[in-house]
């Protein structure tokens, strides 16, 4: 493994994802009121040295009153630790920067294949989602 002298080497690296659900409708043409939706959780077992994300996120169109889904995806994600330890305050927000490339890619890939306009999700920062992260995380 690589070390520097400013940067050490992380203490969890992500083993694999699989998409547990999604779905995709094609949306009106246009549509400029897009909401996103997050809702990540997870269970740490730190005597294998492993946690699974399941990060959920939708996108909706409409306006408040009324919102309509056309997005949905659920991924789950293996994260392996080196060694039994607590987890690391910075895990949380690295864990979801880490799969949402992964859900962007999905999206963008599967709507042209779909033969729809591409779906290209923005580039976000998700150090918002932390702390819902830690709550939705239980401790095995």
């Known amino acids: 493994m690589l070390e520097s002298n400013n940067a ?13 659900e999604f779905h995709l409708y094609e949306p009106p043409l246009n549509q400029n009121d897009l909401s996103l939706n997050f809702s990540p959780s997870g269970k740490y077992n730190a ?68 033969n729809m306009k591409p779906l290209i999700l923005p580039v976000l920062n998700l150090g918002s989602l932390k702390d819902l992260l830690i709550q939705n995380t239980e401790i095995l």
């Not at 050490?8 to 547990?20: I, T, W």
Request: charged share 25%.
């Open 8 to 20: 050490k080497n992380a203490a969890f690296n992500l083993a694999g994802y699989r998409v547990k």
């Open 47 to 114: 005597n294998e040295k492993k946690y699974i994300l399941l990060f959920e996120f939708t996108a909706m169109y409409g306006d408040d009153n009324d919102q309509k889904e056309f997005l949905k995806i659920i991924i789950e994600s293996d994260f392996i630790f080196a060694e039994k330890i607590e987890l690391p305050d910075y895990f949380y927000p690295n864990s979801l920067a880490i799969v949402f490339p992964y859900i962007r890619a999905f999206v963008s890939t599967l709507s042209t294949l779909a």
